[in-house]
Every structure is written in structure tokens, then in C-alpha cells.
């Protein structure tokens, strides 16, 4: 599989959003139960790191940041939010997306990236792991999902070349 990793564009939202639909349906990657607009979608994300993977024309994954706070002062911190289809998931594509997202957020001066993972969801943990993230904390019970409580792991990054 020859995989390309390029800018998301607008016109790849079908694709995003039928990805992040997988998402929703495990019920361990999100407290979502629906995709938003892209209207929506698009601004509650930052403008820059966002990327899609394919190979052979086809949509296998992204990666995005978004904000944590409008204050200045976490201008440099930022909310990690990678998806990987379900078909071509344990085939290196979340591991290219995180380290091309890790290595576009160092270029663009962040200096902590973050992510809130449902404990359940060892895929992703062991993800972020692999990319340079540690365990900063578990949050109980900090929502419910199919009225279920669920609890958070707390992961963050900090840059080795920023702040």
C-alpha cells in the first residue's frame, strides 16, 4: 500500500465525516453520537494540521487539532483528534497520520498536544503512546454515552523543539 498524506480540503468532508461515522458506531471513540455539519465541524478545528491519508484514490483516515481555550496564553496547546477507517485500521495508517500531525504541530510552534481517550479504546492509547504521549491522568465519570458513564485518559505530548 502506497500511502499519501496531504491537506484535508472541504470537498473531503463526505469521506472525513463517513470515517468519523465508524467512530460513532464503535462507541469508544467519541461521546458523539452524530456527525455535525461541516460548518461546524470546520470551525470548532484549527485552520492548519489538517490531513487526510489515502491510497489508491481511497479516504483511509485524518488528523486534525483543535483548540482547547481561546486564550492566549494556550495559544501553543492543542486537542489531537485522529480517526482511522475501520477497514484499514492495524496497517500503520493512524502511526503515519500522528507523526506527520506531531511534526506539522512542532512547524507550526505547538508545545503540548492532548487528547482525552476512552480507557477502553487500547488502540488509540497505544497510538498515542507510540508517538511520544503519557498517561497525565484519568478523569471518572465525565460523561454519559448510551447512558452509560464513562471515564477519560488523559494524555498529553509535550515538543521537544517548543517552549
Known amino acids: 500500500m502506497s500511502l499519501l498524506i496531504r491537506p484535508m480540503l472541504p470537498s473531503d468532508w463526505a469521506e472525513v465525516r463517513r470515517i468519523y461515522l ?5 462507541g469508544n471513540a467519541t461521546f458523539q453520537t452524530e456527525a455535525p455539519s461541516w460548518e461546524s ?5 484549527l485552520p492548519v494540521c489538517r490531513f487526510v491519508a489515502e491510497a489508491d484514490g481511497v479516504m483511509l483516515g485524518w ?8 486564550r ?3 495559544g501553543g496547546v ?8 475501520q477497514a484499514a485500521r492495524r496497517q500503520g495508517v ?4 500522528m507523526a506527520h500531525l506531531v511534526d506539522s504541530a512542532e512547524q507550526q510552534g505547538f508545545w503540548t498536544l492532548q ?8 488502540g488509540s492509547l497505544a497510538l498515542h503512546r507510540r ?30 523543539i517548543n517552549g
Open 22 to 26: 465508524e467512530g460513532i458506531a464503535s
Open 41 to 45: 465541524w470546520d470551525a470548532n478545528h
Open 63 to 70: 488528523a486534525v487539532l483543535a483548540a482547547i481555550s481561546s
Open 72 to 74: 492566549p496564553v494556550y
Open 78 to 85: 492543542a486537542e489531537v483528534s485522529v480517526y482511522v477507517g
Open 94 to 97: 493512524g502511526s503515519a497520520l
Open 115 to 122: 487528547a482525552g481517550i476512552f480507557p477502553e479504546n487500547h
Open 131 to 160: 508517538a511520544g504521549f503519557r498517561e497525565v491522568g484519568r478523569r471518572e465519570k465525565m460523561g454519559q454515552l448510551a447512558g452509560v458513564w464513562r471515564d477519560v485518559v488523559l494524555v498529553e505530548r509535550r515538543s521537544k
